[in-house]
């Protein structure tokens, strides 16, 4: 029943977890729940956790909430960012989708914007940058 699903992921966003059939597909319950526990995204149907406004409401409350993002969201910059303003230390969860063709692109584990937006936040999440970032002058 929807009406309880909606009161017990006000109360707990990780009560999502419970739902069955279509509600872990519904929008509007996902999001109650987000709003309560970013984590809760590992509970949500897949196709919302390709949504870019369901990851950003996740990664906003809780940026680990980053590791159960469809991988095309683990490697958006600007994704990337808004969890590692709540969490440094997401940046783990980044993806490298370099190609051929940017090869020597570090990706966003070597993007020194990046790595210092989560470093203010987390000093020990520099131990997910790129090793060049580490010894940076």
Same mark, same amino acid.
């Given at each position: 029943?929807? +009406?309880?699903?909606l009161e017990a992921v006000q109360?707990?966003?990780? @009560?999502?977890?419970? @739902? ?5 597909? #519904? ?6 729940? %987000?709003?309560? #526990? ?14 870019? +406004? ?11 909430? /980053? ?8 490697? #958006?910059? #600007? ?11 997401? /940046?783990?969860? @980044? ?37 060049? %970032?580490r010894g940076n002058r």
């Open positions: 029943d929807k +009406d309880v699903m109360q707990s966003g990780g @009560a999502l977890q419970f @739902a069955e059939g279509g509600l872990r597909a #519904d929008y509007d319950l996902v999001l109650e729940a %987000l709003r309560q #526990d970013g984590e809760a995204l590992q509970f949500a149907e897949e196709g919302l956790r390709a949504d870019f +406004d369901v990851v950003i409401e996740a990664v906003m409350q809780n940026g680990f909430a /980053l590791r159960h993002a469809s991988d095309f969201f683990k490697a #958006d910059k #600007d994704v990337v960012r808004e969890a590692v303003k709540q969490k440094g230390g997401a /940046l783990q969860f @980044a993806e490298d989708r370099r190609g051929w063709w940017n090869e020597l692109d570090g990706g966003l584990q070597a993007d020194h914007e990046l790595v210092l937006e989560a470093v203010k936040q987390d000093g020990d999440a520099l131990r997910f940058a790129e090793g060049g %970032l």
